[in-house]
């Protein structure tokens, strides 16, 4: 329902499909090193047509807006959202709403990506004047750890 608006969302972020795909590359290269760009792509595609996705998406770059725009009532719990603070982990559980769709491998493979936080979401954490990631890295590591869940379930043995 939502796909062209979540496409263009994280287009808005600065964050394109392949940077997706790249991430999710990381992931499942060492067990599929047959694996095309396409076929993960087309895994990040699908992953992104799931309502549930689109939800999650959508509202990880709301919140990033507004805080951004400094529109949180409490200053003190804003400042904790925009610095991304260790304690605050509300993003990561949003995050898991995405995997949980994609099982173990989606949950695993995204504590391993928000862990050393490769490529994109790299760059999404590095903190930003003006600008609030917190809750965008999250969700591009669950799409990428989701896209790698769904290509390890679908590979032949």
Request: aromatic share 8%; glycine share 8%.
């Amino acid at each position: 329902m939502f796909y062209d608006e979540c496409v263009q969302a994280l287009l808005d972020r600065g964050v394109k499909i392949e940077d997706i795909a790249n991430c999710a590359e990381f992931l499942h290269k060492p067990y599929q090193n047959d694996i095309t760009k396409e076929e993960i792509i087309a895994n990040i595609q699908e992953i992104l047509k799931k309502r549930e996705v689109q939800n999650a998406v959508l509202t990880a770059i709301e919140l990033d807006r507004l805080c951004e725009e400094d529109k949180f009532h409490n200053k003190e719990f804003q400042k904790a959202v925009l610095d991304d603070d260790g304690l605050y982990g509300i993003d990561e559980v949003l995050a898991y709403g995405i995997c949980n769709i994609y099982g173990s491998i989606a949950l695993t493979n995204f504590g391993y990506i928000d862990k050393v936080k490769p490529g994109i979401i790299g760059v999404l954490n590095e903190p930003q004047k003006g600008c609030c990631n917190t809750f965008l890295d999250d969700i591009v590591g669950a799409i990428a750890a989701s896209a790698a869940s769904r290509l390890a379930h679908g590979k032949k043995d």
